[in-house]
């Protein structure tokens, strides 16, 4: 079975008591709070909706923004608790497979920006997943999985549901089994693609380490390359420092890869647009 919720979801409408659950005036902002963007692709200046107009939010704007936001959560958190505690009380809990997952994160107010739209930060990228196996233990994993790893391993779970054709994502079982160990000698890393949003184009495609971000931007003249252990909040964009070229040209070999595993049409396309950076002494 599947629940759903559209919470947390702008415009952060939420009743009482969760409207006035978290004070704006204590709300802690994120490092990259109305942070200026310098060198950016330029899809991150669009107003591809409405809202995506935040020049009249103030300060406060944001702190009620999301406090509101937080106030979502802990309705969602309510609720899911109050399903987990039916299944207790019906002597389902034990025997159950859970998995718990959000589609996509949201800005309020990291670069400036309000809800999602075409750009690779982590505030999008990074994403709730919990998952509960009856006989597994619990443990934290820290390698990069996707949304698309859950449909392998509910077939896994489901042992009379054989995959029909090639199928895209990995079988999570060995992670929840034994923990990051599991991948020990494979590359750890995230691939990311976003296509549409509001009728444009942008066929944007990153490469995400536990160090390094790389993000290809066709429709632009500016990729974007982030140092992600010394520049977690992605606000200084690498892409035109020398210093830093070893680990660009690794992240694009790393992400053309990962365009021809899937088959991606775009490769020919970033080859071109790639190969000035490989250049690069």
Do not use: C
């Not at 505690?85 to 034990?94: G, I, V, W």
């Not at 949003?197 to 990153?206: M, P, V």
């Amino acid at each position: 079975g599947v629940i759903s919720f559209n919470q947390p979801h702008p415009t952060y409408r939420v009743p009482q008591p969760y409207a006035s659950m978290f004070a704006p005036s204590e709300i802690e902002l994120p490092a990259n709070f109305n942070a200026k963007r310098i060198n950016k692709p330029f899809a991150q200046d669009g107003i591809w909706w409405p809202w995506h107009d935040v020049s009249h939010m103030s300060e406060l704007d944001w702190r009620k923004s999301r406090a509101y936001y937080y106030g979502a959560i802990a309705m969602v958190d309510r609720a899911v608790g109050e399903i987990i505690q039916t299944t207790k009380d019906l002597n389902m809990y034990e025997d159950l497979h859970i998995i718990f997952v959000s589609d996509q994160g949201s800005m309020i107010g990291e670069h400036q920006l309000y809800d999602k739209g075409p750009y690779a930060y982590d505030e999008l990228m990074r994403i709730p997943l919990l998952v509960k196996h009856p006989q597994m233990t619990p443990k934290i994993v820290n390698r990069h999985v996707s949304l698309i790893d859950i449909a392998p391993t509910i077939a896994s779970w489901m042992k009379n549901a054989a995959p029909d054709g090639n199928i895209d994502g990995h079988n999570l079982n060995g992670l929840l089994e034994n923990g990051d160990a599991a991948l020990r000698d494979e590359d750890d890393h995230a691939f990311y693609a976003y296509e549409w949003y509001n009728g444009g184009w942008f066929g944007i495609r990153a490469i995400r380490t536990p160090e390094y971000k790389f993000i290809w931007n066709p429709g632009d003249d500016r990729d974007e390359l982030y140092d992600l252990v010394n520049d977690p909040t992605e606000i200084n964009n690498l892409i035109n420092k020398p210093n830093h070229t070893k680990q660009l040209k690794s992240l694009i070999a790393l992400l053309r890869s990962e365009l021809i595993r899937v088959g991606d049409a775009s490769v020919v396309k970033f080859d071109h647009h790639t190969k000035a950076y490989l250049s690069r002494e």
